[in-house]
């Protein structure tokens, strides 16, 4: 069992950069692929991206392909993820998520078992 905190969120103008990290709790931590998604106000929750356990294998919605960037590190049990070239549309709240197993529905948020908080990513015009 892994228990996911967010943090990095803020308040960003348009073409600015953000990195938001996920440290998870748990000895398991590296036996879990890791998910960003994100909600935006009146918005259902979307898959941003995820990564397998090891970090060898990635995947990006195309809304953010090219400009946000997933890692891991293992040994620090956890989990970035690096946002460049912001954009207004980006503004939403982020949710970092553990599952066992990176499957091909990893965009689906029901393929997730835990959950953090959110941390709140505002981009300005």
């Known amino acids: 069992q892994v228990q996911p905190v967010e943090s990095g969120g803020g308040l960003v103008q348009a073409g600015g950069s953000l990195r938001l990290s996920c440290a998870a709790s748990?000895?398991?931590?590296?036996?879990?692929?890791m998910g960003w998604f994100r909600q935006a106000p009146g918005k259902e929750r979307e898959f941003v991206a995820a990564i397998s356990w090891s970090g060898g294998t990635t995947y990006y919605a195309d809304s953010v392909k090219g400009r946000f960037a997933i890692s891991r590190d293992n040994a620090k049990n956890t989990v970035y993820l690096q946002m460049n070239s912001l954009k207004p549309e980006d503004t939403a709240v982020y949710y970092c998520?553990?599952?066992?197993?990176?499957?091909?529905?990893?965009?689906?948020?029901?393929?997730?078992?835990?959950w953090g908080q959110g941390t709140q990513v505002t981009v300005s015009s």
């Open positions: 748990g000895r398991t931590f590296s036996s879990y692929a």
């Open positions: 998520a553990a599952a066992m197993g990176l499957s091909r529905s990893y965009y689906r948020s029901e393929e997730y078992d835990y």
